[in-house]
């Protein structure tokens, strides 16, 4: 079905258009994790993604570029691609309508790539774009590894680290414990990741004293690991979770009980035997399952009525 066909039929079910939006961002990061881009495809990709961006309603659009690994990932294929591959301005479009609509900082970005390619000043926008999240690490990541890909070191890329450490120890500073730009990033999490990064461009730079004063602080996070990775939204989803567990546990031993209540067995005796006491033919089903040569004339009747069975059901 074409892309107009899919919107015309859907254009009124969010939940459709919200899947189909992640399934073509997912397919755009997919094809990015291949030997060989089928550019093709990718362009298919990019047509169908602008002609929703201008379609869809805002919340769709808000919805499917809410901060998660999904997204991120997404981001990171867009940026690989703008660097290496010839749809740079489709690449461009798309991420300024999606900044546009949804005010997202880390899709801003690409005006301050798009400057450095071009050789303009991009500094101004940097520290704009940054100052819309001051605990977030991610545009100063995202802008080092465009930097870094260059190859070319002028002190920047460090300055960029440093401001991302600062984040992190502001983050800490504040005891901001849980951020909106991701999810499950601890305060410790963060300072792993620019540590990581400081460290390797010291290597890469013969920073020696650099290296080894990161060194030192880098012990002084690890001692202090259990304290900085605190986070009551991890905490809050564990214990969800082993409320989960322990529902299902539950859930467990009550269906032991009831495969070994005499209830149970008896409502397995009455499913067997096809007995059904709602109609009206429950004297003949129960007569079916008795051996009638065995029932006296004046026994008790087995279908239960009290009466002899001479005068019930013979």
């Not at 899919?6 to 990015?32: A, P, Q």
């Not at 461009?92 to 005006?111: C, G, M, Q, S, V």
């Amino acid at each position: 079905m074409s892309t107009y066909a899919l919107w015309k039929k859907y254009k009124n079910d969010d939940d459709f258009l919200n899947e189909h939006l992640l399934h073509i961002m997912t397919g755009i990061t997919e094809e990015c994790e291949k030997d060989d881009l089928d550019y093709k495809k990718l362009k298919n990709y990019f047509e169908e993604l602008k002609f929703y961006l201008e379609k869809a309603p805002d919340k769709v659009i808000k919805e499917i570029t809410e901060y998660n690994m999904e997204l991120l990932s997404f981001i990171n294929a867009l940026i690989w691609l703008f660097q290496s591959s010839e749809y740079v301005d489709e690449i461009y479009e798309i991420t300024k309508k999606i900044a546009k609509r949804t005010n997202n900082e880390l899709f801003e970005l690409f005006d301050v790539f798009k400057k450095i390619e071009n050789g303009g000043e991009w500094k101004n926008h940097y520290h704009k774009i940054v100052s819309k999240n001051k605990y977030c690490i991610l545009p100063h990541i995202f802008i080092f590894d465009f930097l870094d890909y260059e190859g070319k070191y002028d002190k920047t890329e460090e300055e960029i680290l440093v401001n991302a450490l600062n984040v992190v120890k502001l983050r800490e500073e504040d005891k901001q414990w849980d951020v909106d730009c991701y999810t499950g990033n601890a305060v410790y999490d963060d300072y792993t990741t620019v540590i990581d990064f400081l460290e390797n461009l010291y290597i890469e730079t013969n920073q020696k004293q650099k290296e080894k004063e990161l060194g030192e602080f880098r012990k002084e996070i690890n001692f202090r690991e259990k304290e900085l990775s605190y986070s009551p939204r991890s905490e809050k989803m564990e214990k969800k979770l082993e409320n989960m567990r322990s529902e299902t546990d539950d859930m467990q031993r009550v269906d032991k009980l009831l495969d070994d209540s005499p209830m149970k067995k008896y409502y397995d005796f009455l499913k067997k035997t096809k007995i059904n006491f709602a109609t009206e033919k429950k004297t003949e089903d129960i007569i079916n399952i008795v051996n009638r040569e065995r029932v006296g004339r004046n026994e008790p009747c087995p279908c239960g009525s009290g009466k002899k069975y001479k005068k019930c059901c013979l």
